[in-house]
């Protein structure tokens, strides 16, 4: 079994800075992109932050130059550092990883989320 277990979440005041942290438990192997997706409430859930085995990085153009996606992969761990906070960043952020576990088939592992709330 495969678990995700975010941190790091919580109330912050504009212009504020969170740092987010995803640690990937269990049976999976050959991790390949980690990421970070975003649910406000009645939206959709979107994609913030991505970031591959080899380091290449993509990000949603709201949070570029404010966020920055990082992983430890001998901790098999995915941090997210956020900075410059707005109240629309406030969403529940989901960590998510593609990567191979006992089906031996790749696919998508998700974390329950973690609640960030940028208000005054």
């Known amino acids: 079994q495969v678990q995700l277990v975010e941190s790091g979440g919580g109330l912050v005041q504009p212009g504020g800075s969170l740092r987010l942290s995803c640690a990937v438990s269990?049976?999976?192997?050959?991790?390949?992109?980690m990421g970070w997706y975003r649910q406000a409430p009645g939206k959709q859930r979107d994609l913030v932050a991505i970031?591959?085995?080899?380091?290449?990085?993509n990000y949603v153009e709201s949070v570029k130059g404010r966020f920055t996606i990082s992983r430890d992969n001998a901790k098999n761990t995915v941090y997210l550092q956020m900075n410059s906070l707005k109240p629309e960043d406030t969403a529940v952020y989901y960590c998510?990883?593609?990567?191979?576990?006992?089906?031996?088939?790749?696919?998508?592992?998700w974390g329950r989320g973690t609640q960030v709330t940028v208000s005054s």
């Open positions: 970031i591959t085995s080899g380091g290449s990085v």
């Open positions: 269990g049976s999976i192997f050959n991790i390949d992109a």
């Open positions: 998510t990883v593609y990567g191979t576990g006992r089906t031996l088939l790749p696919q998508n592992y």
